[in-house]
């Protein structure tokens, strides 16, 4: 579109093509510079598009549905799972185990955030990009919980001086609160909570303290907890509860 000049009223295309699910706003921007939207048939060269509503827009060819209301899942993703659509070692991912987990008028979903390959525990899953961008953002500060068993020797001091943070190899990892379980032996499980999320924060932070951890369960992300659900399970939270946590994240600021 040669007029890039935005309409007075309406929402960004990108951040409407996200509430749709059609994926993330950085990723839709992607895809505009690609070409792949157009509107009227015409190709959009610009995310800087405010629309009243996704009528006449496509997606590689094919039309876009109106966005649904968010919905919101809870998964317990076993270990052994990629957390991706596909992966190009042919390793099984969490939409295998997803067919069967999730009602059938599910549609699309996209997960908030991700959990490695070996680590366990809750996976949420929404078809919204805008909510799942907010819960991924470092300041949302929604509290992330994950249980840890670790073989080697620390102290709850050791553990406590993380509530001031850490460095490691040039990156900092923010408050984090953890607390060592009662036990004896080598064998221990620590939980721990923390707000960034960065790539393998758990496994680096306590591998820094001389731990080797041999199993990873995330329990919790913000009010959402994983508590009896089965492995391989999906559970939709109630849209009450998705709507009220909506309401948080706007009064921080995140959608």
Known sequence: ????????????????????????????ER??????IAIDGKVLDTPAVKLANLNGVTVDGKAVGRAEAARLFAFH??????????????????????????????????????????????????????????????????????????????????????IEGVEIDGIRYGRIEADLERGSGKNRWVEMTLTEGKNREVRRVLEHLGLQVNRLLRTAYGPFELADLPRGQAVEIRQADVERFRKQLRRGGQL
């Open 1 to 28: 579109m040669a007029d890039n000049r935005l309409p007075e009223e309406g929402d960004r295309i990108a951040k409407l093509l996200a509430r749709a699910g059609v994926a993330s706003r950085r990723e839709i």
């Open 31 to 36: 895809m505009i510079a690609d070409g792949r």
């Open 77 to 162: 993703k076993p270990s052994g799972l990629i957390t991706a659509e596909r992966d190009p070692r042919g390793r099984p991912t969490i939409y295998t185990a997803l067919r069967n987990a999730l009602p059938r008028d599910a549609g699309r979903v996209i997960p908030v955030g991700r959990l490695d390959f070996t680590t366990e525990g809750l996976l949420m899953l929404t078809n919204d990009g805008e909510l799942k961008r907010a819960m991924e953002l470092p300041s949302s500060g929604i509290p992330r919980t994950y249980r840890a068993r670790a073989f080697g020797d620390v102290t709850q001091a050791q553990l406590d001086e993380l």
